[in-house]
């Protein structure tokens, strides 16, 4: 079975900084997606990064990029320059590559931005 | 262009009532999916159609559960005789249904269930 764990359930950060949220998952999938969500207090789920299993580099989409560790079974997110509205949910998930596989998320971080 | 809707966007229902939740994919979508989430948790996944068709129910998590899509477009969640457990925010989301790991799913605003 799929499992993603994020063991962070606050994280602090002051405007410009940098900021890494951890995600580890577990899967006996050779090929699969890792993927990560913001969820603003507004409640809708914003795409952010996506990497393949069998991606060498690691994902970046502007300010965010994805550290991939794919030995250790990790796959941190990292905000550079943090904003004020990056204050919200953060959610690791995974999927298999069938078509209609459901994500599986983590319990999320929930990550403070503060001026 | 328009993205995934639902509505409503606040239930509030007695315990015992039944509802129904409503799914507006985006056009041309052919995967739809349904994940619940209570709060302060992430979504969990409860049921899955290719166009009309439901191939996935396995996260129901009772029978009182029961999704319909039936001409392949919009999809309705029902819950019959809801329990204070149901509370929670019901996401649904769309994707264009093509194998391969970036089969991005796009997601609705949710319908946020309070039973009392």
């Avoid at chain 1, 502007?62 to 904003?83: D, E, M, T, W």
Wanted: with cysteine; hydrophobic share 30%; aromatic share 12%.
């Amino acid at each position: 079975a799929q499992k993603i764990t994020q063991t962070q359930p606050g994280m602090f950060v002051q405007e410009k900084e940098a900021v890494t949220l951890d995600c580890t998952y577990d899967t006996s999938d050779q090929s699969y997606g890792l993927f990560w969500y913001k969820q603003p207090s507004s409640g809708e789920m914003i795409f952010l990064i996506y990497q393949g299993s069998y991606d060498e580099q690691n994902a970046t989409e502007g300010r965010y990029s994805l550290n991939f560790q794919k030995a250790r079974k990790s796959a941190n997110l990292v905000i550079s320059a943090s904003q004020l509205g990056d204050s919200a949910m953060y959610f690791c998930a995974m999927r298999g590559d069938q078509a209609g596989t459901a994500l599986i998320f983590g319990k999320g971080t929930t990550l403070s931005v503060s001026s | 262009g328009a993205g995934v809707s639902q509505s409503p966007r606040y239930k509030v229902a007695k315990r015992g009532q039944d509802v129904a939740l409503r799914c507006d994919p985006i056009s041309g979508h052919v995967s739809l999916f349904w994940y619940q989430q209570a709060l302060g948790q992430g979504p969990e996944f409860l049921t899955y159609f290719q166009n009309e068709a439901q191939l996935d129910k396995s996260g129901l998590p009772s029978d009182r559960f029961f999704a319909e899509r039936p001409e392949g477009s919009v999809s309705t969640l029902k819950i019959q005789r809801t329990q204070q457990e149901d509370s929670a925010v019901y996401l649904c989301a769309s994707s264009l249904g093509a194998s391969g790991r970036d089969d991005e799913q796009f997601f609705g605003p949710g319908t946020r269930l309070t039973v009392l």
